[in-house]
């Protein structure tokens, strides 16, 4: 029992082997982002995020059957694929604010150990990394 009650510390972040420790994404998978986010608007955007064979963070999954409006990117999990690669969501939000809602700290805690969120106007200085439990997470591009 010991196991079990270790590994949910370090999900919660609460020992230093977080699953967000040492976390990179690629650049060009934030340029698509940014460009994908851009260009729902007004309406947000949402995806999932798998890393690749080295754990770097370089592929983005949309998902048939998201719904996007103004205040929400709604996904329906039943198209998710079964696939232990894919470690997180990203989303847009059209104001300039990349906090999550309430709602986004249901899905952090539900959908994987990363999450990322990109606000407007969707540029290097306007998104934000947050782990399952929405505390922020420093990621390096690279």
Known sequence: MAKVADWWAAARGERGDSPTRG??????LLRMIFEVSHSTLPDEFGGFL????????AKLVVLPGTYSNEQSATYNLWNKPIDYDVVGTVHSHP????LPSDADLHLFERVGDFHIISAEPFDDEHWVAYDRAGRVVEVEVV
């Open 50 to 57: 798998k890393k690749d064979k080295r754990g770097v963070i």
């Open 23 to 28: 976390l990179k994404v690629k650049q060009k």
């Open 95 to 98: 104001s300039s604010i990349p």
